[in-house]
């Protein structure tokens, strides 16, 4: 089930954003890196973005059995680039529910939410060696647009290189599979 997160959702989606990234990025980003991932920082960034007024982001979640499983956040793009107008900000299941069909409800939902605020073309950015991350973009339909360099670290320099896909009409991400 999907639905739009709430305030309350804050911890869960922490939860999940921890463990996906220790499990995605393992061999990706250093171990010591991931391994400091805290679930509370992150219980407080998603409080903030949960409890924006002005309402810059849609976050949507997916539930198994009533347990957040997978979150997507979107809104306008941030790079300033006129060729897309919206953006898929952040989209991770915990490494249990995929490959059943979550991460495709949540891009599509994404989607949804930012052509109802009248954005109907929309850019992701991944670690460039994530290939399965890739891999579904692509069949999704997302067109390879470019690469660039991504500063994780505050205290220590973790650097990894990120890729972007871009659909220039999210459409037919909105209808269901063939």
């Known amino acids: 089930m999907l639905r739009a997160a709430v305030p309350a959702d804050a911890p869960a989606i922490a939860r999940v954003h921890v463990a996906s990234w220790r499990t995605t990025y393992r061999g990706l980003l ?18 903030r973005v949960l409890a924006d007024r002005h309402g810059r982001s849609d976050v949507l979640v997916a539930e198994e059995q009533g347990r957040v ?23 991770y299941l915990v490494h249990e529910a995929q490959r ?4 495709r409800a949540l891009v599509a939902a994404a989607a949804g ?4 605020r009248g ?40 650097s990894a290189r990120e890729v ?12 269901p599979p063939a």
């Open 30 to 47: 250093p171990d010591d890196y991931l391994a400091g991932l805290d679930v509370d920082e992150y219980t407080a960034r998603w409080s």
């Open 69 to 91: 499983v997978g979150f997507a956040s979107c809104g306008r793009e941030r790079d300033g680039d006129i060729r897309y107008q919206g953006e898929l900000y952040a989209i």
């Open 100 to 103: 059943r069909g979550h991460g």
């Open 113 to 116: 939410a930012l052509a109802a």
């Open 119 to 158: 954005m109907t073309s929309m850019v992701v950015w991944v670690l460039r060696d994530n290939a399965g991350a890739r891999a579904f973009y692509e069949r999704l339909g997302g067109e390879y647009l470019g690469e660039r360099s991504l500063d994780l670290g505050h205290e220590a320099a973790v």
């Open 164 to 175: 972007s896909y871009m659909w220039t009409d999210t459409a037919p991400l909105l209808r």
